[in-house]
């Protein structure tokens, strides 16, 4: 009989964040120090960093200075941390030369949700490798659907609902869902419904916590 303890995680996120690329990679790298001593039910929840990002996009550099104030020098020392934080944890960045909407991306993941949480998880890593590593469209349909390939998933049943606006109800539903819980920034880690662990943590923050979670459980 195993001893495991059941923990859902909802990882809030979106793919225009590259901290979340690296909060996914250092949570799961703590998963695996904790081994059997938890059961992981994963839940990939929508975020919008940019939900009025027009269809083709912006300038990235142009962008990120405009809305936060960056010098260029700055961009490029935050880029050059955000190189380091991938490299520990296995994530290589790659260069962004444009900022694009992501609520198609949302869609497909939800979709891909209704599969598995495999299935969804596999697509998220996908899709930050494809936007955050390689620097594709993942506005553009198209490049969707062969990211959903890319993941093991049915390219044409993804073509089939990017055009056809599937799930967009739904993804509204939960972008909301978690605003109104007070979440504002990203990656926001949830265990159990109840703790919050926000940011792109190292491996060890999410060690920690996944561990007092086991052991409160336990002791319960």
Same mark, same amino acid.
């Given at each position: 009989?195993?001893?495991?303890?059941?923990?859902?995680?909802?990882? *809030?996120?979106? $793919?225009a964040c590259p901290w979340c690329a690296v909060g996914l990679n250092a949570l799961e790298q703590a998963?695996?120090?904790?081994?059997?001593?938890?059961?992981?039910?994963?839940?990939?929840?929508?975020f919008e960093l940019n939900p009025g990002m027009p269809p083709e996009g912006e300038d990235a550099d142009?962008?990120?200075?405009?809305? &936060?104030?960056?010098?260029?020098?700055?961009?490029?020392?935050?880029?050059?941390?955000?190189?380091?934080?991938?490299?520990? $944890?296995?994530?290589?960045?790659?260069?962004?030369?444009?900022?694009?909407?992501?609520?198609?991306?949302?869609?497909?993941?939800?979709?891909?949700?209704?599969?598995?949480?495999?299935?969804?998880?596999?697509?998220?890593?996908?899709?930050?490798?494809? &936007?955050?590593?390689?620097?594709?469209?993942?506005?553009?349909?198209? $490049?969707?659907?062969? @990211?959903?390939?890319?993941?093991?998933?049915?390219?044409?049943?993804?073509?089939?609902?990017?055009?056809?606006?599937?799930?967009?109800?739904? *993804?509204?539903? +939960?972008?909301?869902?978690?605003?109104?819980?007070?979440?504002?920034? @990203?990656?926001? $880690?949830?265990?159990?419904?109840?703790?919050?662990?926000?940011?792109? +943590?190292? @491996?060890?923050?999410?060690?920690?916590?996944?561990? +007092?979670?086991?052991?409160?459980?336990?002791?319960?």
């Open positions: 009989m195993s001893t495991a303890v059941p923990i859902r995680i909802d990882f *809030v996120s979106d $793919v998963i695996a120090r904790v081994g059997d001593e938890i059961q992981v039910e994963w839940h990939f929840q929508p142009a962008h990120l200075a405009a809305k &936060y104030g960056l010098s260029a020098d700055q961009l490029e020392a935050n880029r050059h941390t955000l190189r380091e934080r991938g490299a520990e $944890v296995g994530f290589q960045f790659g260069r962004r030369t444009r900022i694009h909407n992501t609520f198609d991306a949302h869609r497909l993941l939800h979709w891909a949700g209704e599969s598995g949480a495999e299935q969804q998880r596999a697509l998220k890593h996908a899709l930050l490798r494809a &936007y955050q590593g390689e620097g594709r469209d993942i506005s553009s349909h198209e $490049v969707l659907a062969e @990211v959903a390939a890319e993941a093991g998933l049915d390219a044409e049943a993804a073509r089939d609902i990017l055009a056809s606006g599937a799930h967009a109800d739904a *993804v509204r539903r +939960q972008e909301a869902f978690f605003a109104g819980r007070g979440i504002r920034a @990203v990656p926001s $880690v949830i265990l159990d419904g109840q703790h919050l662990v926000q940011g792109g +943590q190292p @491996v060890e923050v999410f060690e920690r916590a996944l561990r +007092q979670l086991a052991r409160h459980a336990r002791t319960a």
